[in-house]
């Protein structure tokens, strides 16, 4: 039987602790400084050394990774109401399109920030964009089952809706012109409708925008909705 070294596993956890602080402080620095952040400014928040901060990481690369796994696990508990949804497919798609624009835009710094560190990203790197997508595409998997459809589509329909309406909002939180946000919400919730309807109509559904909708698990193949 191997014998743990209790003090290899105190000092693992108090590792952990300190890269959580660390990447604490840097999402904090991220919402101060905005997305040109720098590595200083990030220790500086933190209360150590530029030196000390990359004790915890392997580089700058591993920094970034942990800030997208905590935005990801933050989105995800700001949204965990989204994925039971209740009312008419209208009112679901603009609920979880109201709630998503509110997190843009009130982690606007942060959502910039991860927008131009992704490029460069590895492809097992945690996002936010994925986290909301892997949730709409098992949701989306449930209702075209339930509804007798292939649910094959769902992954690619949920990244697609994802990616539309986070580079239309990144645009308009850079350029917002004339368009409120309510009047943005109400354009994504009709444009992303009409994507929903076509892979519907094309398996032969047709449901009503405006006629409260079940969840998948109380829905009647074959019935008309």
């Not at 700001?78 to 982690?107: K, Q």
């Not at 449901?207 to 409260?212: E, K």
């Amino acid at each position: 039987m191997t014998k743990v070294d209790g003090r290899a596993t105190r000092w693992a956890g108090q590792q952990e602790r300190r890269r959580a602080e660390f990447v604490d402080a840097a999402l904090a620095a991220i919402a101060e400084h905005g997305p040109d952040v720098s590595t200083e400014q990030i220790a500086e928040r933190a209360g150590v050394a530029r030196t000390r901060l990359y004790r915890h990481f392997d580089g700058a690369e591993d920094l970034r990774r942990a800030i997208a796994q905590r935005a990801a696990e933050l989105v995800t508990a700001d949204l965990a109401p989204l994925w039971h949804p209740e009312g008419s497919p209208n009112e679901m798609i603009s609920t979880v399109i109201s709630t998503h624009l509110r997190w843009l835009t009130e982690h606007a710094h942060l959502h910039r920030y991860l927008a131009r560190a992704q490029p460069a990203a590895a492809d097992d790197r945690p996002d936010v964009r994925g986290a909301i997508a892997r949730h709409l595409s098992r949701l989306f998997t449930g209702y075209l089952t339930a509804l007798g459809l292939d649910p094959a589509p769902a992954d690619t329909i949920a990244f697609g809706l994802v990616g539309y309406v986070e580079s239309a909002t990144t645009r308009w939180l850079d350029h917002p012109g004339t368009l409120s946000l309510p009047q943005l919400t109400a354009q994504l919730t009709g444009t992303i409708w009409a994507m929903l309807d076509h892979t519907l109509r094309a398996g032969g559904v047709e449901l009503d925008p405006d006629r409260p909708l079940p969840l998948p698990d109380d829905l009647t193949p074959g019935r008309e909705w």
